[in-house]
């Protein structure tokens, strides 16, 4: 009983560590650019040493994608639904948005191949769960609903990229929510012709 209590407190112990160096990253990235930061800022900010960053992450490549999978673990666990395209978008850019200067330091920075693989990764979730509730007692085939969320993926993703290469100018829901507009009813369109495309290829071949 004494071992089990010893490493649940150990785990807890490590767990505390690993987010007191996480939100030290953060703090700093907030202030400067990667390039700037080094480890001894880190372990200087969050009090603990070098050794013990050593112990939890490799080097600085290695904690920010650590901080891009957990956020993006995070983001799943926090929108289990999605229900609307607004929430598409909540979702997509919470943690830019309260990180901004975090985020357009890590994507500007020789770094910027993780964050997007985070985003990109962020996008598919995002389109995969809000289509799958579109979808509901639709009849289209699986072929057809991984061309419909890729094609999504792609927008998303190019909006949301497009938005961090302006630097992440004002404004983003009200031009997402403009682009919306002109493009309402195009999914609906879209999921109509797969119907009838599935429905005119299943009754060829039943003659």
Avoid at 116 to 131: A, I, K, S, T
Wanted: with cysteine; hydrophobic share 35%.
């Amino acid at each position: 009983m004494l071992c089990h209590r010893a490493r649940r407190e150990g785990k807890a112990l490590a767990n505390f560590t690993q987010k007191a160096i996480r939100a030290s990253f953060i703090k700093l990235l907030n202030q400067k650019p990667l390039s700037q930061i080094t480890i001894k800022d880190i372990v200087d900010d969050c009090g603990v040493n070098r050794n013990t960053f050593y112990y939890y992450f490799q080097d600085l490549p290695d904690l920010v994608e650590t901080i891009t999978k957990e956020e993006a673990e995070q983001l799943i666990r926090r929108y289990p639904a999605i229900d609307s395209i607004e929430q598409c978008l909540d979702a997509l850019i919470d943690f830019a948005l309260e990180n901004r200067k975090a985020v357009l330091h890590i994507y500007n920075s020789v770094n910027r191949d993780l964050y997007e693989r985070y985003q990109w990764r962020v996008c598919r979730y995002v389109v995969e769960v809000y289509l799958d509730g579109v979808l509901k007692e639709r009849h289209i085939t699986e072929q057809d609903r991984q061309l419909l969320i890729d094609y999504l993926q792609c927008i998303c993703f190019g909006f949301v990229i497009g938005w961090l290469e302006s630097g992440m100018k004002e404004g983003i829901r009200e031009r997402f929510a403009r682009i919306y507009e002109l493009k309402h009813g195009e999914l609906e369109r879209m999921i109509s012709h797969c119907e009838q495309m599935s429905a005119e290829k299943s009754e060829s071949l039943s003659k």
